[in-house]
């Protein structure tokens, strides 16, 4: 259905004085929405529906940061001096290296950056609307003026609107107004141009959020346009300040520079004393503080998180928070919900209780093709049966679409789309209903009422229909349906169905209870009404989740399930996914019966909360907190933002979850899986592993070539390394290998370790005593190698060549025992593709130096023979057996570290 094109939208137009028709057809539109390519023409016109967002960072900002650095500029003022003085060799060994450092950090950056903006598209708020009668959810981006868009409690709405129909819409417009009570809306035009924002209640503002109801606006202004954008920026996508991690590495950085630049002056304040020349031994000292500096650390750790981020996505979990990732590693309670997340979220009816009688039903997912049985026998849904299921279909708000293809396609809960497809199983076809039984009004579902009611015009006058938790249900009926027709509903009547709502809950089956009026009015839709009977439902758990509970529990994770479902239902998904071992399942009333400090006492033992409301999420957390545990929760309702705000990690349901969740969640499930949860957790402790080797492997190195230079310059030895040279192995160990490391794929026992304790840094004594351990013996090597050579006639360039073989050697050595702080090096030694390709490319790099004429001359070196090259080599390889044993040591607990 093709729809009018439009000129531009004035923006003086006051919307919330004209009737939806006249609206409506300014803006060239029609309550099915606009034509697909209607709309990307008026995207086109219009722009993308966003603010002015901060000015994004050019690459060419990025290469000009680099040169900001002290160290980088010490560099070329260094090379100023060379060329002044004529050493133009050696300026350009520098400039070159400089160079080199240079790119390398641009390129760091230039891919955090591009990761974080990656993140940020990702993290984009999506908008249901209607576009040539067909609902779709779009990017919020997208949207142009004349759409029409649908809300729902927990949206936030994403641009201006005049709203076209608000059935109980409510809407919280405190972000606009200050206004904390939220807003009633209505449809009907207001004649006052001058009414204040804050009473146009015919309008829906972008940025604002529904906290009840349902409703559908037309989009009269997107992105600047609207009211949000004349007074704010976009703040929303990955928050960029620097992480608890990212600051606690900038202290230590800090600190190990002024340590290292102090042994630098020490170091060549004794060459001066020896009488070695003072500009050789000003440009030496510049090169050796340069190369013990880890100036690489603060992009290594960004674009380790942010890449380990996208991963993450691969693995359907946005991180919205860069800090999140460090606290998943941490993490030892995860808090999740049942329905959708432990289970499949595709909700089948099975069984219906019924005049004293029990019917079941065939058939999966959400075909409506199955059939009706009694004893194992097929038969005709009796016109009970049928006055059941109209009821509960018509409670619904469900929809059951048939495609071009013939395939069909649901939108709304699954437990509604359930109903509705064992409704049209029985020839109840969901549109034939709503035209014969239109909808007058409704009595929302909330969490605290568990119920939902809606009352229609039908032909044989009004009449409301309910469905909702047996309980609650029951509690607004006063008689039932039997074989003899509508009866009194007695005490006894009541005990009855709850006792049979227990025994299908108990077999896995989700029960809600249906119940209609006839004759009723809309005051009293939901008294004195007639109990129909019990439909119970299957939603099978995902197969992927049982083995994800079973990797927590060997990872020290332990999984609590939260559903608002019969404390019987979820004892019995609880039980086929073997998460129930202690036996305690706890209700919301239980719950609300214990104080606080009982509570907190029993919370370590309770496996499953049932039939409890978003509220008690809080308390539940709160509690866990308090006994010291790092938690993750679940949620995807409005009432669950307090909850996900105040866990340590906040899970919003990417499919299910309201814009209001999402925006007080740290992740977000895209596929709404258990499964994923467990997968971010895996990636949250990689990424903190590989900075841990990067910087274990980094400053053992630079504690190797310190403590070579220190220790030749005390005992009275020539340096043994050039500033060429120095600035080369800084490049070649800082670069390429040490980022390989950051990139290492996950150690086999990952999942099989306890939490990281968040109080403990990263430099526990057993990596302490690594890093220590290689970097000494690399200093005693490569010292003892220098003195051997200079001892046994070579040359003093021959010397400071196998010196400086030796040092990139052993640090290449050194990556592949980084890999694991606790494994020895031949298990999976050669898994990191990316360690193994820069180890090649450097091997490349120095054959190159040293036999390459002009790079010969360059770097001060000259060509080893093979008996030198064996020397070296078997030198270098000393420092694995060295780590291993530290590592064998640490094993059995000799530095404070567990017994593995």
Same mark, same amino acid.
């Given at each position: 259905?093709?729809?009018?094109?439009?000129?531009?939208?004035?923006?003086?137009?006051?919307?919330?004085?004209?009737?939806?028709?006249?609206?409506?057809? %300014?803006?060239?539109?029609?309550?099915?929405?606009?034509?697909?390519?209607?709309?990307?023409?008026?995207?086109?016109?219009?722009?993308?529906?966003?603010?002015?967002?901060?000015?994004?960072? &050019?690459?060419?900002?990025?290469?000009?940061?680099?040169?900001?650095?002290?160290?980088?500029?010490?560099?070329?003022?260094?090379?100023?001096? &060379?060329?002044?003085?004529?050493?133009?060799?050696?300026?350009?060994?520098?400039?070159?290296?400089?160079?080199?450092?240079?790119?390398?950090?641009?390129?760091?950056?230039?891919?955090?950056?591009?990761?974080?903006?990656?993140?940020?598209?990702?993290?984009?708020?999506?908008?249901?609307?209607?576009?040539?009668?067909?609902?779709?959810?779009?990017?919020?981006?997208?949207?142009?003026?004349?759409?029409?868009?649908?809300?729902?409690?927990?949206?936030?709405?994403?641009?201006?609107?005049?709203?076209?129909?608000?059935?109980?819409?409510?809407?919280?417009?405190?972000?606009?107004?200050?206004?904390?009570?939220?807003?009633?809306?209505?449809?009907?035009?207001?004649?006052?141009?001058?009414?204040?924002?804050?009473?146009?209640?015919?309008?829906?503002?972008?940025?604002?959020?529904?906290?009840?109801?349902?409703?559908?606006?037309?989009?009269?202004?997107?992105?600047?346009?609207?009211?949000?954008?004349?007074?704010?920026?976009?703040?929303?996508? =990955?928050?960029?300040?620097?992480?608890?991690?990212?600051?606690?590495?900038?202290?230590?950085?800090?600190?190990?520079?002024?340590?290292?630049?102090? @042994?630098?002056?020490?170091?060549?304040?004794?060459?001066?004393?020896?009488?070695?020349?003072?500009?050789?031994?000003?440009?030496?000292?510049?090169?050796?503080?340069?190369?013990?500096?880890?100036?690489?650390?603060?992009?290594?750790?960004?674009?380790?998180?942010?890449?380990?981020?996208?991963?993450?996505?691969?693995?359907?979990?946005?991180?919205?928070?860069?800090?999140?990732?460090?606290?998943?590693? &941490?993490?030892?309670?995860?808090?999740?919900?049942?329905?959708?997340?432990?289970?499949?979220?595709?909700?089948?009816?099975?069984?219906?209780?019924?005049?004293?009688?029990?019917?079941?039903?065939?058939?999966?997912?959400?075909?409506?093709?199955?059939?009706?049985?009694?004893?194992?026998?097929?038969?005709?849904?009796?016109?009970?049966?049928?006055?059941?299921?109209?009821?509960?279909?018509?409670?619904?708000?469900?929809?059951?679409?048939?495609?071009?293809?013939?395939?069909?396609?649901?939108?709304?809960?699954?437990?509604?789309?359930?109903?509705?497809?064992?409704?049209?199983?029985?020839?109840?076809?969901?549109?034939?209903?709503?035209?014969?039984?239109?909808?007058?009004?409704?009595?929302?579902?909330?969490?605290?009422?568990?119920?939902?009611?809606?009352?229609?015009?039908?032909?044989?006058?009004?009449?409301?229909?309910?469905?909702?938790?047996?309980?609650?249900?029951?509690?607004?009926?006063?008689?039932?349906?039997?074989?003899?027709?509508?009866?009194?509903?007695?005490?006894?009547?009541?005990?009855?169905?709850?006792?049979?709502?227990?025994?299908?809950?108990?077999?896995?089956?989700?029960?809600?209870?249906?119940?209609?009026?006839?004759?009723?009015?809309?005051?009293?839709?939901?008294?004195?009404?007639?109990?129909?009977?019990?439909?119970?439902?299957?939603?099978?758990?995902?197969?992927?989740?049982?083995?994800?509970?079973?990797?927590?529990?060997?990872?020290?994770?332990?999984?609590?399930?939260?559903?608002?479902?019969?404390?019987?239902?979820?004892?019995?998904?609880?039980?086929?996914?073997?998460?129930?071992?202690?036996?305690?399942? =706890?209700?919301?009333?239980?719950?609300?019966?214990?104080?606080?400090?009982?509570?907190?006492? %029993?919370?370590?033992?309770?496996?499953?909360?049932?039939?409890?409301?978003?509220?008690?999420?809080?308390?539940?957390?709160?509690?866990?907190?308090?006994?010291?545990?790092?938690?993750?929760?679940?949620?995807?309702?409005?009432?669950?933002?307090?909850?996900?705000?105040?866990?340590?990690?906040?899970?919003?349901?990417?499919?299910?979850?309201?814009?209001?969740?999402?925006?007080?969640?740290?992740?977000?499930?895209?596929?709404?899986?258990?499964?994923?949860?467990?997968?971010?957790?895996?990636?949250?402790?990689?990424?903190?592993?590989?900075?841990?080797?990067?910087?274990?492997?980094?400053?053992?190195?630079?504690?190797?070539?310190?403590?070579?230079?220190?220790?030749?310059?005390?005992?009275?030895?020539?340096?043994?390394? &050039?500033?060429?040279?120095?600035?080369?192995?800084?490049?070649?160990?800082?670069?390429?290998?040490?980022?390989?490391?950051?990139?290492?794929?996950?150690?086999?026992?990952?999942?099989?370790?306890?939490?990281?304790?968040?109080? =403990?840094?990263?430099?526990?004594?057993?990596?302490?005593?690594?890093?220590?351990?290689?970097?000494?013996?690399?200093?005693?090597?490569?010292?003892?190698?220098?003195?051997?050579?200079?001892?046994?006639?070579?040359?003093?360039?021959?010397?400071?060549?196998?010196?400086?073989?030796?040092?990139?050697?052993?640090?290449?050595?050194?990556?592949?025992?980084?890999?694991?702080?606790?494994?020895?090096?031949?298990?999976?030694?050669?898994?990191?593709?990316?360690?193994?390709?820069?180890?090649?490319?450097?091997?490349?790099?120095?054959?190159?130096?040293?036999?390459?004429?002009?790079?010969?001359?360059?770097?001060? @070196?000259?060509?080893?023979?093979?008996?030198?090259?064996?020397?070296?080599?078997?030198?270098?390889?000393?420092?694995?057996?060295?780590?291993?044993?530290?590592?064998?040591?640490?094993?059995?607990?000799?530095?404070?570290?567990?017994?593995?």
């Amino acid at each position: 259905m093709s729809t009018p094109t439009t000129g531009a939208v004035d923006p003086e137009t006051l919307w919330h004085t004209l009737p939806v028709e006249a609206c409506l057809e %300014q803006l060239k539109s029609r309550p099915d929405g606009l034509h697909p390519t209607e709309a990307a023409r008026r995207l086109r016109e219009y722009g993308p529906n966003q603010l002015e967002a901060a000015r994004r960072i &050019s690459p060419w900002s990025i290469l000009l940061a680099q040169f900001k650095n002290v160290l980088v500029l010490i560099l070329l003022v260094a090379t100023v001096l &060379s060329i002044f003085l004529g050493h133009g060799t050696e300026a350009i060994v520098i400039l070159i290296i400089v160079g080199l450092a240079v790119s390398l950090g641009f390129i760091q950056e230039y891919r955090a950056e591009r990761a974080l903006e990656a993140l940020r598209r990702m993290a984009a708020p999506m908008a249901t609307v209607i576009r040539d009668g067909q609902e779709e959810r779009i990017p919020a981006e997208q949207l142009v003026p004349g759409d029409i868009v649908v809300l729902h409690a927990g949206d936030r709405v994403p641009a201006d609107l005049r709203l076209i129909e608000a059935i109980n819409l409510q809407i919280d417009e405190s972000v606009l107004t200050g206004e904390s009570v939220p807003v009633e809306k209505q449809t009907e035009p207001i004649p006052n141009p001058q009414i204040p924002v804050g009473d146009r209640k015919n309008m829906a503002y972008a940025g604002t959020i529904v906290t009840y109801g349902r409703g559908k606006g037309l989009v009269v202004a997107t992105g600047m346009r609207t009211e949000f954008g004349a007074i704010a920026r976009m703040l929303q996508s =990955i928050e960029q300040e620097k992480t608890p991690l990212q600051e606690n590495l900038d202290r230590t950085g800090k600190m190990l520079a002024r340590a290292a630049l102090a @042994v630098v002056a020490l170091i060549v304040a004794l060459g001066l004393l020896r009488g070695q020349p003072w500009l050789e031994m000003l440009i030496f000292g510049l090169a050796l503080a340069v190369a013990v500096v880890p100036e690489a650390l603060p992009a290594v750790v960004t674009i380790s998180l942010a890449m380990g981020v996208q991963r993450m996505v691969r693995r359907n979990a946005l991180v919205r928070r860069l800090a999140a990732v460090e606290t998943l590693g &941490s993490t030892n309670v995860i808090c999740t919900d049942k329905t959708g997340t432990l289970t499949r979220n595709e909700m089948t009816v099975r069984q219906i209780f019924l005049c004293g009688q029990r019917w079941e039903v065939t058939g999966t997912g959400y075909e409506p093709v199955g059939e009706f049985r009694q004893d194992g026998q097929p038969a005709t849904p009796s016109p009970d049966l049928q006055r059941l299921l109209r009821a509960a279909a018509l409670a619904s708000d469900a929809r059951l679409l048939r495609q071009a293809d013939g395939t069909w396609r649901a939108q709304g809960d699954p437990t509604e789309i359930a109903l509705v497809v064992a409704a049209a199983k029985a020839g109840l076809r969901q549109e034939e209903l709503e035209a014969r039984y239109p909808r007058i009004h409704e009595i929302p579902f909330t969490s605290e009422r568990k119920r939902m009611t809606t009352v229609h015009q039908g032909p044989e006058g009004v009449f409301a229909a309910c469905k909702g938790a047996p309980e609650m249900v029951l509690e607004c009926c006063s008689r039932q349906l039997t074989e003899d027709g509508d009866v009194p509903l007695t005490p006894t009547d009541r005990e009855r169905i709850l006792e049979q709502a227990n025994e299908m809950a108990a077999q896995g089956l989700r029960v809600l209870a249906v119940a209609d009026r006839m004759d009723s009015r809309i005051e009293d839709g939901e008294e004195d009404m007639t109990f129909l009977g019990l439909v119970g439902m299957i939603d099978p758990p995902r197969p992927e989740a049982k083995s994800a509970i079973q990797v927590c529990r060997e990872a020290g994770i332990r999984v609590i399930m939260i559903t608002g479902d019969h404390p019987a239902t979820a004892r019995a998904v609880a039980k086929e996914l073997d998460l129930l071992r202690s036996g305690r399942v =706890i209700t919301g009333s239980q719950l609300d019966a214990t104080s606080d400090e009982d509570f907190e006492r %029993q919370v370590q033992e309770i496996e499953v909360y049932a039939r409890v409301s978003p509220i008690h999420k809080y308390r539940i957390v709160t509690a866990l907190q308090k006994q010291g545990h790092i938690v993750a929760m679940t949620g995807d309702g409005i009432n669950d933002a307090p909850a996900l705000k105040k866990a340590d990690i906040g899970v919003a349901m990417g499919i299910t979850g309201t814009d209001v969740s999402k925006e007080a969640a740290a992740m977000i499930l895209l596929d709404d899986n258990f499964a994923s949860i467990v997968a971010a957790v895996e990636e949250g402790r990689t990424i903190f592993n590989n900075i841990k080797k990067y910087l274990s492997y980094l400053l053992s190195s630079n504690v190797g070539e310190i403590l070579l230079l220190a220790t030749a310059s005390f005992i009275g030895l020539p340096p043994p390394l &050039s500033a060429a040279q120095i600035l080369y192995v800084n490049l070649a160990t800082d670069g390429l290998p040490a980022l390989a490391l950051s990139a290492d794929p996950p150690e086999p026992d990952l999942m099989r370790r306890p939490p990281r304790n968040p109080r =403990i840094g990263i430099f526990t004594r057993p990596l302490v005593a690594l890093m220590l351990a290689g970097g000494i013996w690399s200093a005693v090597v490569n010292l003892s190698l220098f003195a051997w050579a200079l001892s046994s006639g070579r040359s003093l360039q021959e010397s400071m060549t196998m010196a400086f073989v030796s040092l990139v050697l052993i640090q290449f050595f050194k990556a592949y025992n980084f890999r694991s702080d606790r494994h020895h090096v031949w298990q999976h030694p050669f898994a990191n593709r990316w360690l193994n390709l820069a180890v090649l490319w450097e091997l490349f790099m120095l054959s190159m130096i040293i036999y390459v004429p002009f790079l010969r001359n360059m770097f001060g @070196v000259y060509s080893l023979p093979l008996i030198d090259w064996v020397i070296v080599l078997l030198a270098s390889a000393t420092i694995s057996p060295v780590l291993e044993l530290v590592k064998w040591l640490e094993r059995r607990g000799w530095f404070g570290g567990m017994p593995a």
